[in-house]
């Protein structure tokens, strides 16, 4: 059959599941222009197949990061109660409101954003972040080992509430627009709750398979998931996925953030066009 | 005190990417078998442009070994990872008595629940 397709489509995967894994997103800006534009599948066949690919991506990188503590599964878990329940306000709030100006806001939002994470490029970690009391609490304070700094990196939780607000809109805009809800989740916890990056695209990264899993089965029962499609895309983020956590854990949080300031621009500018 | 935290977070952390590992391995074999054997038979068990969209017909197509059942098998496994993640973490905290954050994951269990069934009525 069309050994050659899926091979193109592997190989796409590869690099997908590589940035993916690296920047705490779910791969779908790569997979679907990648399968629709170069490709010619059909859009909803490649939505569902990016939908895969933010699993895989999650599952994949997660099996590395929370081995090694780079995650924070407290943080994770919280936070997921926000994403969730901001992922099931998206789908009941769908047709009800415009997603032209949610697009456009979410947008302005994103370049605000780029610019407050272009003004810190030169801080390696956080300084001076005074712990929430809330995440006292609720043990969100932790420490990692950091392979490119070969230290221990302790590290306070503040802006919570903020936070929290951030990732329940990241899962209402999951919800009706279908992307861009990894951005949010680095973002929130870069900008808001001072994490080291390191720690927000992982944790990101930890999360965002969740809020997919959640909306998958519709999309496998609407015939969207097509097993020759998916299929190889799965295999090829969850290998390019492993390789991205391996070189991630040796980069600096600058670099880190250097990679994620020009695909923040890149979406906030595909959903300005979009609204 | 906090030496024992540590310790107790360390067994978390492993269990968690312990669960994740097997979803993941298990899926990523299924799925690599479906394919091989589709492009060893060179047919999908199913009509051009034709696959199964619900479990049921997924479990039939399997046992008659159809490489497109076989790799949506795999995706189905696959999608099932994060909330079988969740899932054994509610259990680990429960285990750890830990009894804050088994509400907080089981909270987010029930909210996954809501919205399969939300997805399903859609």
């Known amino acids: 059959m069309h050994t050659g397709l899926s091979v193109m489509i592997f190989a796409f995967s590869l690099v997908a599941g590589f940035l993916g894994a690296l920047l705490g997103l779910g791969g779908g800006i790569i997979i679907i222009p990648a399968l629709t534009l170069a490709l010619g599948v059909p859009i909803h066949e490649a939505i569902g197949a990016s939908i895969v690919s933010v699993i895989a991506t999650s599952s994949g990188a997660a099996i590395a990061y929370v081995r090694d503590k780079i995650t924070n599964i407290r943080i994770g878990m919280f936070l997921e109660t926000a994403t969730t329940l901001g992922a099931i306000t998206g789908a009941f709030i769908a047709g009800l409101i415009s997603t032209k100006l949610l697009s456009i806001i979410f947008a302005l939002l994103l370049l605000y954003s780029a610019s407050a994470m272009f003004k810190k490029r030169h801080s390696e970690l956080p300084t001076g972040v005074k712990e929430h009391p809330l995440a006292e609490r609720l043990h969100l304070s932790s420490e990692y080992y950091d392979k490119a700094l070969k230290e221990n990196v302790e590290y306070k939780v503040s802006g919570i509430y903020p936070g929290y607000g951030v990732m329940y809109g990241a899962g209402v805009i999951s919800g009706l627009l279908g992307i861009g809800s990894g951005v949010f989740k680095v973002l929130g916890m870069d900008v808001f709750m001072k994490l080291p990056m390191k720690v927000s695209t992982a944790t990101s990264n930890f999360m965002i398979g969740v809020t997919a899993a959640a909306s998958a089965g519709v999309y496998f029962s609407r015939g969207d998931i097509n097993p020759l499609v998916a299929g190889p895309v799965a295999l090829g983020v969850l290998v390019g996925a492993r390789v991205g956590t391996k070189i991630m854990e040796r980069l600096n949080n600058q670099t880190l953030r250097l990679i994620f300031i020009p695909i923040l621009i890149y979406i906030a500018l595909e959903m300005l066009l979009k609204g | ?122």
Request: hydrophobic share 50%.
């Open chain 2, 1 to 122: 005190m906090s030496k024992e935290t540590n310790s107790k977070e360390l067994d978390a952390e492993l269990f968690i990417s312990s669960s994740l590992r097997v979803g993941v391995y298990l899926s990523a074999v299924v799925i690599a078998i479906g394919l091989i054997l589709l492009f060893v038979t060179g047919r999908s068990g199913y009509q051009t442009d034709q696959f199964p969209t619900t479990v049921g017909e997924v479990l039939s197509g399997t046992i008659y070994l159809k490489p497109s059942a076989i790799t949506s098998l795999g995706l189905l496994l696959l999608i099932a990872t994060p909330v079988f993640r969740v899932a054994a973490s509610v259990l680990l905290f429960l285990f750890e008595k830990d009894y804050l954050y088994t509400v907080i994951t089981l909270i987010v269990l029930c909210i996954l629940i809501i919205s399969f069934m939300l997805g399903k009525a859609v």
